[in-house]
Structure formats: structure tokens, C-alpha cells
């Protein structure tokens, strides 16, 4: 069929149009994609924006915390012998005359007997389960065995957990004094506000004289305040109501927590 230069004009201008769109389609559907793609990465990194101004609204509060856990820590470790002080006999020794001087005993030595790092025990009741093949054949629901562990979750926990560590440094203390002033000497260690421990108490005379006394045929005179008293035994020899104490006593030391810098 032969075409009038009409048709021939309009069938140009479709095949003009059909390749305008098909080029307009194939320019449009890529962007279209980055745009897609464009807007998923906006919204993760919005999605991050809001995670990490919700972290800085709390570093405040953390601050707080961070700095009130310091000041806890501190007053609770004040219980402890300072480590750069457990090691210096004159610190030692002047708690040690003050109490001696309230005793009313003479302190005769101080000796420092070495620091070591060791675990803490911890005390508890040690589970021996005896009975329990009998209760597993009879706990047909389970009941049994949950009551059983339940009895003995402390001790269990208690025995699993990891011993922690403390300073502890061994002082020789020996004293001379009457029975009664060694007794208020033993009270005033018991009253140290820092954290020490009783290890040993080895009297010399543990009759405080009286068995000299008996042996030379005297008798001592009575002591009721624990003040010294000697009594004459002939030849030279006088007998004293008084004896010497080697104490062996320990203390505990912790290091301190440095102050966090929170700024």
C-alpha cells in the first residue's frame, strides 16, 4: 500500500515518540533503583544517628554511676592497712605503743615478718549428697531433686565461685605484762579499726609466776588493778607476776581503685 506524505509525516512523528519514551524508561529505571537505594542506606544511617545520640543522653548518667561506685569503693577499702604503709614498721609500731600504752604493758619488739598475695577462703557448709541414689529412685516428678538443689544453692554457689585475693602481711609482736594488762593488750588488737587478724598468742610464763612462786615456798601479792608485783625469793632472786607475750598478728591490704577520668 502505497503512503501519502500524511501518513508518512505521522508515522514519523510516532516512531520520534516511541524512541523519546523508550529512552525516557531506560534513563528513569536506574535512578529509580538509586533512589530506592538511596533512601534504604538514609534510614540505617538515621536508625545509627538516633542509637548514638541515645548513647551520648546517657553517658551523664553513666558518669554518675562510674563516680559514685569510686567514692563506695574507697570508703569500703578504708578498712584496709594502707599498702604503702603495712610495710613501714614506725606506722605499725606507733599503733602498736598506743595500745601497749593503754594495755599498760611494755612493748619490748615489732618485727615485720613479710607481705604475700593470698586467695580468700570462704566458709561454708561442704554437701555430701548420701541419699541421693534413694531420692532419685523415688522423685518420680522431679519435686526431690529440685527441693535438694534448693537447700543447697548457697553452699553450692559459695563452692564454685572464684576466691579472690588480699595482701596480707605477718607482724612479731612482744610484749611484757601481768596477766591482765596482756588479756586488755589482746582486747585493744581486737579493737584496731583496721582489718587484722589474731594469729597466735605464746606466753612465756603462762602461770605469771606462780609456779616459781610455789616452787621457792612465797607467795605473790595480790594484783587487783594488774599492776607489777615481785615478791623476794632469797639469794638475789625476785619472781614478778608478769611475763613476756610473742603475738603474731596479720594485716590486710587492698589496693586502691585510681579516680576514673569520666570527663
Do not use: W
Amino acid at each position: 500500500m502505497k503512503l501519502t506524505y500524511r501518513d508518512k509525516i505521522i508515522a514519523g512523528v510516532l516512531l520520534a515518540l516511541t524512541i523519546i519514551l523508550i529512552g525516557v524508561f531506560a534513563l528513569c529505571r536506574p535512578t529509580y533503583k538509586d533512589i530506592k537505594a538511596h533512601k534504604t542506606s538514609l534510614e540505617k544511617i538515621q536508625a545509627q544517628k538516633e542509637g548514638i545520640e541515645k548513647q551520648i543522653a546517657e553517658i551523664p548518667g553513666l558518669q554518675t554511676d562510674i563516680k559514685d561506685t569510686y567514692t563506695k569503693t574507697n570508703e569500703e577499702t578504708k578498712v584496709f592497712v594502707p599498702l604503702d604503709r603495712v610495710t613501714d614498721t614506725t606506722y605499725i609500731d606507733q599503733y602498736m605503743q598506743s595500745f601497749a600504752d593503754e594495755a599498760k604493758v611494755k612493748l619490748l619488739t615489732v618485727n615485720l615478718e613479710g607481705s604475700k598475695l593470698v586467695p580468700l577462703d570462704y566458709y561454708y557448709a561442704a554437701v555430701s549428697d548420701d541419699l541421693g541414689d534413694m531420692r532419685r529412685a523415688a522423685d518420680v516428678n522431679g519435686d526431690l531433686q529440685a527441693n535438694y538443689d534448693k537447700s543447697v544453692a548457697e553452699s553450692t554457689a559459695l563452692s564454685q565461685r572464684a576466691k579472690e585475693s588480699i595482701v596480707q602481711t605477718k607482724y612479731g609482736v612482744q610484749v611484757y605484762g601481768t596477766k591482765k594488762n596482756i588479756y586488755d593488750y589482746l582486747v585493744k588488737l581486737k579493737e584496731f579499726e583496721k582489718a587484722e587478724s589474731v594469729n597466735s598468742v605464746t606466753i612465756e610464763d603462762y602461770t605469771f609466776g606462780k609456779a616459781e612462786a610455789d616452787k621457792a615456798h612465797v607467795s605473790l601479792p595480790d594484783s587487783k588493778d594488774g599492776e607489777i608485783v615481785t615478791v623476794s625469793a632469797g639469794d638475789n632472786q625476785e619472781i614478778t607476776n608478769a611475763s613476756n607475750a610473742n603475738i603474731v598478728i596479720t594485716l590486710y591490704s587492698v589496693y586502691n581503685m585510681e579516680e576514673p577520668n569520666v570527663d
